[in-house]
T-cell receptor, first 114, second 112 residues
Framework: DGGITQSPKYLFRKEGQNVTLSCEQN?????MYWYRQDPGQGLRLIYY???????QKGDIAEGYSVSREKKESFPLTVTSAQKNPTAFYLC?????????????FGPGTRLTVT | GEDVEQSLFLSVREGDSSVINCTYT??????LYWYKQEPGAGLQLLTY?????DMKQDQRLTVLLNKKDKHLSLRIADTQTGDSAIYFC????????????FGQGTELSVKP
């Protein structure tokens, strides 16, 4: 069964702690993306990676970090420097080399920081 | 920067047609997309249109693109209660490796 998995579905952390969100895909896609979604807003791009061992900042990268050591995995770390980390985080992947870059999304992780 | 605008809510009766609208500012976008999000879930790609097309039809879905007015619409024929969801339009930013910019989403409510 091909797809994108994100774990966990719900995550609770105390302020000041770093937390890592998992994203795995078995679609053999080259490109992977992390988005943040806040209530009543569209998705905003945090980081994206078009190929293993390479990634670029999106529009709201401050306070986040990523790695892309394997094609199928693109974990996102929310650091204590992120001022407002509570949000719904979505991971996506696409074939990546040429348009139309059809992006397939995982089910999301809802992070709550108190 | 690029701006993508959608109205926030739309309510229709089951069996009617729904039309969800999207306006944008960057006319250089080559691909424009429609995604569907059900409560608490990820996004599902419904369809996309290349910028040199005016219309694309896929079963109950019709996409219309007016490049002159920078207006994109999604028509859902014979709307069902299962179509209730949030619909996002998105634009490809230049050719920068799949960077999409999203509208804020339109919540479609289908009443029986």
């Amino acid at each position: 069964d091909g797809g994108i998995t994100q774990s966990p579905k719900y995550l609770f952390r105390k302020e000041g702690q770093n937390v890592t969100l998992s994203c795995e895909q078995n679609l053999n896609h080259d490109a992977m993306y992390w988005y943040r979604q806040d209530p009543g807003q569209g998705l905003r791009l945090i980081y994206y990676s078009q190929i293993v061992n390479d990634f670029q900042k999106g529009d709201i990268a401050e306070g986040y970090s990523v790695s892309r050591e394997k094609k199928e995995s693109f974990p996102l770390t929310v650091t204590s420097a992120q001022k407002n980390p509570t949000a719904f985080y979505l991971c996506a992947s696409s074939t990546g080399q040429l348009p139309p870059y059809e992006q397939y999304f995982g089910p999301g992780t809802r992070l709550t920081v108190t | 920067g690029e701006d993508v605008e959608q109205s926030l809510f739309l309510s229709v009766r089951e069996g009617d047609s729904s039309v969800i609208n999207c306006t944008y500012t960057d006319s250089s976008s080559t691909y424009l997309y429609w995604y569907k999000q059900e409560p608490g879930a990820g996004l599902q790609l419904l369809t996309y249109i290349f910028s040199n097309m005016d219309m694309k039809q896929d079963q109950r879905l019709t996409v219309l693109l007016n490049k002159k007015d920078k207006h994109l619409s999604l028509r859902i024929a014979d709307t069902q209660t299962g179509d209730s969801a949030i619909y996002f339009c998105a634009l490809l930013q230049g050719n920068q490796g799949g960077k999409l910019i999203f509208g804020q989403g339109t919540e479609l409510s289908v009443k029986p």
